[in-house]
């Protein structure tokens, strides 16, 4: 059973818009839900990170809202640029274990 | 800071021979952790060590794959008579102590393992 599932797998967005991309999880337990960007050729690197206590978090233009009674967390990305292009993942952890659980990335383009 | 260096960078090996790859994890972290990435399975957990000791090694495939970790300074990654599908990006990625600056994963750039 996929721990971590994503959504829209990928997503064009014009220069300006705000791209949503949602993210579900299965494990009540996890408390940590970062969100990593990757370009291509390089590896993944953190974004932005909340956990349950908030339901946003804001960091310029990088806003995660959570759900904790759905299960839900997205990231919106405000004022889109083409240099946002790249892969997303969100992602997940409980904190006895530390193991993170990604899942299956959105590639999101943006066009200018 | 050197950040998480793996090598090599890309590796190219016949159907069954071996493989070994190595990661050093950024100096004073705790934690260790090994990915594979390919295009259509995505980012897959292969397994974690923290201080040195293995926690979870429940995306290993069994037969196959080791790791270690026989000091605080690298880990690596054994494949034994490697295959087609084993080809893929394998990351490593280590994090700070438990405590400090929350679970944030640092990926290195990864070696791209070619099974012919």
């Known amino acids: 059973q996929q721990q971590v599932r994503q959504s829209p797998q990928s997503l064009t967005v014009w220069e300006g818009e705000t791209a949503i991309l949602n993210c579900s999880y299965e494990?009540?337990?996890?408390?940590?839900f970062p969100w990593y960007h990757q370009f291509p050729g390089e590896s993944p690197a953190l974004l932005i990170a909340i956990r349950p206590v908030s339901n946003k978090k804001e960091d310029g233009r990088f806003t995660i809202f959570f759900n904790k009674r759905e299960k839900k967390f997205s990231l919106h990305i405000a004022d889109s640029q083409p240099g946002d292009s790249a892969t997303y993942f969100c992602?997940?952890?409980?904190?006895?274990?530390?193991?993170?659980?990604f899942g299956d990335g959105t590639q999101l383009v943006v066009k200018p | 800071n050197a950040g998480v260096i793996q090598t090599p960078r890309h590796k190219v090996t016949g159907k069954g021979q071996e493989a070994t790859l190595w990661c050093e994890p950024i100096?004073?972290?705790?934690?260790v952790f090994w990915y594979r990435q390919t295009i259509v399975q995505g980012l897959e957990f292969l397994t974690y060590?923290?201080?040195?000791?293995?926690?979870?090694d429940s995306g290993m495939p069994k037969e196959r794959f080791s790791a270690q970790m026989p000091n605080q300074s690298h880990s690596t990654l054994k494949i034994q008579s490697t295959q087609p599908q084993d080809s893929a990006v394998y990351l490593c990625?280590?994090?700070?102590?438990?405590?400090?600056?929350?679970?944030?994963?640092?990926f290195g750039s990864g070696t791209r393992l070619t099974v012919l």
């Open positions: 494990d009540s337990t996890f408390d940590y």
């Open positions: 992602a997940a952890s409980e904190g006895s274990n530390n193991r993170i659980f």
């Open positions: 060590f923290r201080n040195q000791a293995p926690i979870d």
């Open positions: 100096s004073g972290h705790s934690a």
């Open positions: 990625a280590s994090s700070p102590p438990r405590g400090s600056v929350a679970e944030t994963l640092y």
